[in-house]
């Protein structure tokens, strides 16, 4: 071992590489099917938009100064703004003020620990969860609390016992979440915001998926049912990213908080990265501002013929030992395999006899179990390598359960 190995930190050494991005290799070999990757389809980025905002705004001197300068740490105004417009209504108004511009959510995961997280705290999550928040998370130490999740809803009773047993924070994804593509129901909303405000906890609300809805009724998030209460102080810290809706690239999410904490988060801001980019916020505020609703309709459009592929797939080819999510938005589905089955194990069969990866479910759990789960992502393949890989899998599931 060298002498900078020898001097790492116990943090960096706990640290585990991403058990998504380490199949990147095989996603991209000749002939696999992937169902593993997350990421939005590059078929849907608004390349046009985005080369003719980028062209105006280094067109115009004075943009182009901006726009490759150091910038607020808070953020592009014009872009607070936007997201504060169309995040808040007459009602209950969202101040530019409110809005911390971060480098995708991701790095806003990571504030929240650095924020709020010291060594031993408990997090409450749900089980399963996103794996890069247990990641964000996890770098700070905290006791992650697990509550049972899934296509019906969230475990209530498990919640509140842990919101009575004490908490730094509640992270949850309402809407079409990673990795389930659960929705919440208005009721269970409710309940949430109503169980943290009786026992003080905080919630972390995650909306990555917030443009993803594909069929059935929207629903109000925990953020606009926080702000139009008539509490005296906001209870919810909302979590965007554009990554979904315009393209992951330029690397454009936010935070909106009470003002308090903005505060802090933008002394983070400053330690961590000074400013986010101020090309890309730019470039990010012009596009939303002039395609965010012609271009919204379209990307559902396309995630819909996605989603309903594969659950057609899985209809067709699946054996009645297995069940799996029917997601109204975002872009991935849950699979339960029979009782006994590993899927770490099965991944590895699947991959040699029928070149089809996916994630094993244990990694979005933070206390290692759902092993016989697993995540199915519909956003990058084509419907028929969908159907094809689908049904191979079901083919290496079938001969696993036979033998």
């Known amino acids: 071992m060298s002498a900078l ?48 905002a980028t062209d105006a705004i280094l067109s115009d001197p004075l943009r182009r100064a901006e726009a490759l300068q150091y910038g607020a740490s808070e953020g592009y105004l014009p872009l607070r703004e936007f997201v504060a417009d169309q995040l808040g209504s007459p009602e209950w ?24 997280i010291n060594e031993g705290d408990r997090v409450i999550a749900c089980s399963p969860t996103y ?17 049972p999740l899934n296509d019906s809803g969230l475990d209530l009773a498990a919640l509140e016992a842990e919101l009575k047993a004490g908490a730094k924070f509640f992270y949850v994804m309402p809407d079409h979440g990673n990795p389930n593509g659960t929705m919440l129901t208005l009721a269970q909303r409710k309940a949430i915001l ?32 926080d702000r139009a209460s008539d509490a005296a102080a906001p209870i919810v810290s909302y979590l965007g990213t554009f990554s979904k809706s315009l393209t992951p690239g330029l690397r454009v999410g936010w935070i909106i ?8 988060l933008v002394s983070i801001k400053q330690a961590s990265d000074l400013n986010s980019g101020m090309l890309n916020q730019m470039i990010v505020n012009d596009v939303a ?24 797939a899985l209809k067709a080819h699946m054996p009645d030992t297995v069940s799996w999510t029917k997601p109204k938005g975002g872009m991935f589905v849950w699979l339960t395999l029979p009782a006994g089955m590993d899927a770490g194990a099965l991944l590895q069969t699947a991959f040699e006899q029928e070149r089809v990866i996916f994630v094993p479910g244990a990694s979005f759990h933070s206390d290692g179990s759902g092993v016989n789960t697993l995540r199915l992502s519909y956003s ?4 028929q390598q969908i159907a094809d890989g689908i049904a191979g899998l079901a083919r290496v599931i079938r001969s696993l359960s036979a033998g």
């Open 5 to 52: 190995e020898n001097q790492l930190s116990d943090r960096a050494n706990a640290l585990k590489p991403s058990a998504i991005r380490a199949m990147a290799k095989q996603a991209g070999m000749p002939g696999v099917v992937s169902f593993a990757a997350g990421a939005p389809s590059a078929s849907q980025f608004p390349f046009e938009a985005l080369r003719g």
């Open 289 to 312: 501002r002039d395609i965010m609703v012609s271009h919204g309709t379209k990307l559902r459009a396309f995630y819909k013929g996605q989603r309903d592929a594969m659950l057609n």
């Open 380 to 383: 990058l393949p084509s419907t």
């Open 194 to 225: 109503s169980l943290a405000r009786q026992y003080e906890i905080p919630i972390i609300e995650d909306q990555a998926y917030d443009q993803l809805q594909l069929s059935g009724e929207r629903l109000p998030t925990l953020l606009e049912l």
């Open 93 to 116: 108004p969202i101040s530019p003020d409110d809005v911390l511009i971060t480098s995708g959510s991701q790095q806003a995961l990571e504030f929240v620990g650095k924020t709020f």
């Open 257 to 264: 908080t009470a003002q308090p904490i903005i505060a802090k």
């Open 131 to 147: 794996v890069g928040a247990l990641q964000a998370f996890g770098l700070f130490e905290p006791e992650f609390v697990a509550i």
